[in-house]
T-cell receptor, first 111, second 116 residues
Framework: SQKIEQNSEALNIQEGKTATLTCNYT??????LQWYRQDPGRGPVFLLL?????KEKRKERLKVTFDTTLKQSLFHITASQPADSATYLC??????????FGKGTTLSVSS | GAVVSQHPSWVICKSGTSVKIECRSL??????MFWYRQFPKQSLMLMAT?????????EQGVEKDKFLINHASLTLSTLTVTSAHPEDSSFYIC????????????FGPGTRLTVL
């Protein structure tokens, strides 16, 4: 069955540094990959979508890469701020189907 | 942007009672809605896919008679947890997809269910 792994449960970094989160998957060929932010007790908020034929996507301080050969996506937050502290979820999808989510990585940015 | 609401945001009930959770798309019509359940420090687990006007499709292991889903209109889907038990306590989240954006799902804020 398909499996999604996000490299670590928790990541602690200093304000101003770049946070890099990893999402690996097996037994699946997604048409696209999405990253969401989830705050405690809240639903996920969509951040970025990257398709299988795209290598990189950027949005403000966020950057996502997608390597279908390695079956891996990297999610970067540059110039991180304490307000970026949250759980970040990786999700895989194919056209017309529901998303499959990873467990998430909880990022803590200290000032 | 697309907004999805859920009601109630939290509910506490006694074991054996039924609880209804509403999911509404506020500014778009959602042909498909999804219901997820999330336990602490776990990923979102898909429970069922709901298409307007038809029966929901349940994931393996999800009891359709226990988790009743009704998608009666293009802006409203409901999840009823029947005869709730403490093990049903969880965070329930719905999402909706608009017809023109087949890849993007917009999530509601979630409903925290606690069964005593």
């Amino acid at each position: 069955s398909q499996k999604i792994e996000q490299n670590s449960e928790a990541l602690n970094i200093q304000e101003g540094k770049t946070a890099t989160l990893t999402c690996n998957y097996t037994n699946y060929s997604p048409a696209y990959l999405q990253w969401y932010r989830q705050d405690p007790g809240r639903g996920p908020v969509f951040l970025l979508l990257i398709r299988e034929n795209e290598k990189e996507k950027r949005k403000e301080r966020l950057k996502v890469t997608f390597d279908t050969t390695l079956k891996q996506s990297l999610f970067h937050i540059t110039a991180s701020q304490p307000a970026d502290s949250a759980t970040y979820l990786c999700a895989l999808g194919q056209a017309g189907t529901a998303l499959i989510f990873g467990k998430g990585t909880t990022l803590s940015v200290s000032s | 942007g697309a907004v999805v609401s859920q009601h109630p945001s939290w509910v506490i009930c006694k074991s054996g009672t039924s609880v209804k959770i509403e999911c509404r798309s506020l500014d778009f019509q959602a042909t498909t809605m999804f219901w997820y359940r999330q336990f602490p420090k776990q990923s979102l687990m898909l429970m069922a896919t709901s298409n307007e006007g038809s029966k929901a499709t349940y994931e393996q292991g999800v009891e359709k008679d226990k988790f009743l889903i009704n998608h009666a209109s293009l802006t409203l889907s409901t999840l009823t947890v029947t005869s709730a038990h403490p093990e049903d306590s969880s965070f329930y989240i719905c999402s909706a997809r608009a017809p023109q954006t087949t890849d993007t799902q917009y999530f509601g804020p979630g409903t925290r269910l606690t069964v005593l």
